[in-house]
C-alpha cells in the first residue's frame, strides 16, 4: 500500500487512520519561522462520517486508504440492501444501511451515485446533487400564493419530508438539493 | 497551467509603497541599504529552515543574516583601526560607530518545503541591524517602523502588546519551560481535547512549537501587534543569552505577530564566536536526530565574529506577511506577482 508525506495532503485524499479509512477535508500547514512545521488537518471517517481535527508532524507519512469513488446507477432496495449497478461493467453490488445512510431519503428512478468503495465493499453513497420527485402528500395549495414566502412540509414517495412554498400541490414534481433537502423548483 | 498573476495590480501597487515607505523612515534613520549574496557555499544550520542546494554546490540564502553580519564585523573593524589600536571592535563608543552604520537589506530569500496560506517557499525578508542597540531598543525601533507604514498606508496605528514566552506557558502548564517534558505539554492537549502527534517524541522544542500555536496564539489581539520575547534558552538559535525580571535565564530574542501571524524574528546578536561554533554543532546533531542532511558551517561568519561584532540587535521582517496585514488580505498568493504555484 502506498504512502502519503505531509506535504502531499490535500482536500480528498484518502488515508488510513486508526485503522480506519479518512478523507482529508481541509489542511493547513503551521511552521514557526525558526520551529518545527506541523500539518494540521480535518479528516472525516469515512466509516462513521464523524469529522475530526489532526495534526501532524511535517515529514510524517501514513498509509492511503485504498478508498474509490465510481459512479454507480441506483436499481432496487430489497429493505435490507440497496443495490447498485455499474454502467460500463455491469457489475452489481449491494450496500447496506450504515454504507447509504440519509441518502435512502433520495434513491430512485436509476439516480446515478456516487459510491465510495473500500476494499471493494460500499462504504458510503452519495446521491446526486439534484433529484427531482413527486409529492406524495402534502396540504391543499394556496393558489395564487408566491409572495408570501411561507413553507409547508411535503411527504415524497421515498419518505424524504421536504419544506415546499405554499402554492405547491400534491403530485406536482419537484426538483430538490439533496445536499441541503431543500425545494428548488417546479418541474415542468 | 495559469500565465495570469497571483496578485491584482491594486495589490502591486500596495506592495511598491510598502517598500517605498520602508525605504524613506530607513533613510531617515540614517540605516544604510546593502546588498549581499543569495548564493553561499555555506548555509544556514537551523534544522527547521531547509536551504535550497543549486546543482554547483553553493545554496540559496534562507535570509541574509550572515554576510550582513560580516559587513557589521568588517566596517566595526574599519572604525576601530581608524580610531586607535586600544579600541577594540566590540567595544565601540559613540563618535566612532558613525563610521560603523547601521544596515539594512529587502532580499528574496528562499526555503524549501513551506508553502501554505502564510507561506511560499520564495519570499521576501526586511532585516534591518542596529548598532549599539540590545533587543528592547530594537523592539522601539520596529515599533517606530511600523507606525511609519500604518500612517503610509492611511491606517489606524492598532498597538502593540507585549508577551512574555516563559509567562504564557508558566500560566497554563504551571512550569517553566526549561522544567517540560513533553509528556507535561501531551496531557495537556488530551485535557484539552486537542491532537497531538505522536512523531513529536521527544523534542520537547517541537511540543513547545506546537503548544504556543494551539493555545498562546489563538489569544494575541486579532488586528493589532503583539511582541513575543524572552525565549527559552533551548530556542536561543543566533541571539544572547540573558535574564528576564525574575533573574531565569532567557534568550534575548523575540517574535512580532500581527493577529496570531508571525511577521518577524529578533535578536540582541550573538557576538560570542566559540558559543556560535557550538550552536552550530548542536543544529548539526539535531539535523542528523531528524535525518535531515547537514548543511557546510559559515566559517567566514564565525572569523567575523572572532574579529569582532560590535554590540547589536537585528531583525528580519516578512514583507507579505506585512503587506497582508496593512492591507487585509488573507492568503500570502494575494500579495505575490506570481506565487509559488505559478512560479
Not at chain 1, 25 to 44: H, I, L
Request: net charge negative; charged share 25%; glycine share 6%.
Amino acid at each position: 500500500m502506498a504512502n502519503y508525506g505531509t506535504n502531499e495532503f490535500k482536500g480528498g485524499l484518502k488515508i488510513m487512520l486508526d485503522g480506519d479509512p479518512h478523507s482529508i477535508v481541509s489542511n493547513e500547514f503551521v511552521k514557526p519561522g525558526k520551529g518545527q512545521a506541523f500539518t494540521r488537518t480535518r479528516v472525516r471517517n469515512l466509516k462513521t462520517g464523524r469529522v475530526v481535527e489532526r495534526t501532524f508532524k511535517s515529514g510524517e507519512s501514513v498509509e492511503s486508504a485504498d478508498v474509490m469513488d465510481t459512479s454507480m446507477q441506483y436499481l432496487y432496495s430489497d429493505g435490507e440492501h440497496w443495490h447498485f449497478m455499474n454502467p460500463e461493467t455491469f457489475e452489481q453490488l449491494a450496500a447496506d444501511k450504515t454504507a447509504v445512510g440519509d441518502a435512502a431519503l433520495w434513491l430512485m428512478d436509476e439516480a446515478v451515485c456516487e459510491v465510495t468503495l473500500y476494499n471493494g465493499q460500499p462504504l458510503a453513497v452519495t446521491p446526486p446533487n439534484f433529484v427531482e420527485m413527486t409529492i406524495k402528500e402534502t396540504d391543499p395549495g394556496l393558489r395564487g400564493d408566491t409572495a408570501t414566502g411561507g413553507t409547508k412540509p411535503a411527504h415524497m414517495e421515498t419518505g424524504a419530508v421536504v419544506k415546499v412554498p405554499l402554492f405547491i400541490e400534491e403530485g406536482e414534481r419537484i426538483k430538490i438539493d439533496t445536499r441541503t433537502g431543500e425545494y428548488v423548483s417546479r418541474v415542468k | 497551467m495559469n500565465w495570469q498573476p497571483s496578485a491584482s495590480l491594486a495589490s502591486l501597487r500596495e506592495a511598491a509603497r510598502l517598500r517605498r515607505s520602508i525605504r524613506s523612515w530607513m533613510e531617515r534613520q540614517q540605516v544604510l541599504e546593502v546588498l549581499t549574496p543569495s548564493l553561499s557555499r555555506a548555509a544556514a544550520t537551523d534544522p527547521h529552515v531547509l536551504s535550497m542546494a543549486t546543482d554547483d554546490g553553493r545554496y540559496l540564502h534562507t535570509s541574509p543574516e550572515f554576510p550582513m553580519k560580516r559587513l557589521l564585523a568588517a566596517h566595526a573593524c574599519i572604525a576601530a583601526q581608524t580610531h586607535g589600536d586600544s579600541v577594540l571592535p566590540t567595544q565601540l563608543q559613540l563618535p566612532e560607530l558613525s563610521d560603523c552604520p547601521d544596515i539594512y537589506q529587502i532580499a528574496t530569500v528562499f526555503r524549501s518545503e513551506e508553502s501554505g496560506r502564510f507561506h511560499n517557499s520564495e519570499f521576501t525578508l526586511l532585516e534591518w541591524y542596529r548598532v549599539g542597540m540590545d533587543h528592547l531598543q530594537l523592539i522601539e525601533d520596529m515599533s517606530s517602523l511600523l507606525k511609519h507604514v500604518w500612517l503610509a498606508f492611511d491606517k489606524p496605528w492598532p498597538g502593540l502588546e507585549t508577551r512574555r514566552y516563559g509567562e504564557e506557558v508558566h500560566r497554563r502548564l504551571g512550569l517553566w519551560p526549561e522544567q517540560l517534558d513533553t509528556g507535561t505539554i501531551e496531557q495537556y492537549f488530551l485535557a484539552a481535547g486537542r491532537s497531538y502527534p505522536q512523531a513529536i517524541a521527544d523534542d520537547v522544542d517541537a511540543a513547545l512549537d506546537l503548544f504556543m500555536d494551539e493555545f498562546v496564539m489563538p489569544e494575541f489581539a486579532a488586528d493589532a501587534f503583539t511582541v513575543l520575547m524572552d525565549y527559552p534558552v533551548s530556542q536561543s538559535a543566533l541571539a544572547r543569552l540573558g535574564q528576564d525580571d525574575d533573574g531565569r535565564a532567557v534568550a534575548q530574542r523575540f517574535e512580532l505577530y500581527f493577529g496570531r501571524t508571525e511577521l518577524a524574528n529578533g535578536f540582541h546578536e550573538l557576538s560570542d564566536a566559540a558559543i556560535q561554533r557550538e550552536r552550530f554543532e548542536a543544529d548539526l546533531h539535531k539535523r542528523d536526530a531528524l535525518d535531515v542532511a547537514r548543511v557546510p558551517l559559515d566559517e567566514n561568519l564565525l572569523q567575523a565574529l572572532e574579529t569582532g561584532l560590535p554590540d547589536c540587535a537585528g531583525v528580519a521582517l516578512g514583507l507579505e506577511r506585512l503587506h497582508m496585514a496593512v492591507a487585509q488580505h488573507t492568503h500570502i498568493s494575494e500579495v505575490i506577482s506570481f506565487d509559488d504555484q505559478r512560479a
